[in-house]
C-alpha cells in the first residue's frame, strides 16, 4: 500500500455506487460480478483539491492502483535503471499501477508520484485483492488477459451511458451550459466552465457521485472531451439524443 494515510474517506457511498464506478475502467469491466464485488471490499473514494498530493515517489510501492473517476493529474515517473524522467497527465477513465501491481515491479523498477492538477476523484484499489483473484480464478485471470489483448489491438469496448432519469437530469443539466464557438467552422458546442460536481448536482437533484459517474461516461465514449477548465462537446448529435 502506499504508506501515508490513505484511510477511505467517510463519504456516505453505497459499495455498489463504488463497484459501479470501477466497472467502467479496463479490465474490471470484464470481471464477474462477484470477483468485482470482492475487489471493491479493498477499494476506497479518495477526493484531492487542485495541487494536492495524492502520493509521492518515496509512498508509491506498487501496491495500489489508481482509477481517475473525474478531474486531471500528472504523473510523474522515474526510471532508476536509466534515471529516465517523464511527466503524464491522467484524466478521467485513465488508470495508473495495474501492470506493475501484476508484474511484481517494485521500486527498482520504477518511482512514481502523483498531484492533482484539479479538483480530483480517485478510486485507490488495493493490488493484493487484484492479484489474488488472478492467481486463484481462471475466470477473472482470463478476462485480464482479454482486455490487455483488446487494448493492444485498439479495440477497447465503450460502454453506454446508463440512462436512467438520474442521469437524464444530469445531462440535461450539462447540456443547458452549453455554448456554441463561433470561433470555428463548423461552431463548436462547449462547456466554457465546468461547474463542480457539487454545484451541477444540485441543480440536477442527484448526488455528487451520480455526477461523476456520467461526466466520466460522456468522456469514455469520447462524447466530450477534457478541455480545461471545461469541456468540449465532440459528438454533438449522440449529446442530443441522449437527453429525449
Known sequence: MVSTATQCQDNLETEQQVQHLLSGFHPFDNLPVESLARITQSTCYREFGAGETVFTMSQYDGGDIFCIIS?????????????????EELSSGQSFG????????????????????????????????????????????????????????????????????SDRRILRALFDLLEQDQQHFPPRWRIVSMPKHRELAEIAGASELEVAEVVADLIRQEVVQRDYPGLLVTDYPRFHSMIV
Open 71 to 87: 478531474g486531471n493529474a500528472n504523473l510523474t515517473t522515474l526510471l532508476p535503471s536509466t534515471g529516465a524522467l517523464s511527466v
Open 98 to 165: 495495474l501492470e506493475y501491481s501484476l508484474g511484481n515491479f517494485g521500486p527498482q523498477s520504477l518511482q512514481a508520484g502523483m498531484t492533482a492538477v484539479t479538483d480530483l476523484i480517485v478510486l485507490q484499489v488495493e493490488s493484493t485483492s487484484v492479484a489474488d483473484l488472478v492467481k486463484r480464478k481462471p475466470i477473472v485471470a482470463r478476462a485480464f488477459l482479454t482486455s490487455f489483448a483488446r487494448r493492444l489491438l485498439g479495440g477497447e469496448q465503450i460502454s453506454a451511458v446508463h440512462a436512467d432519469e
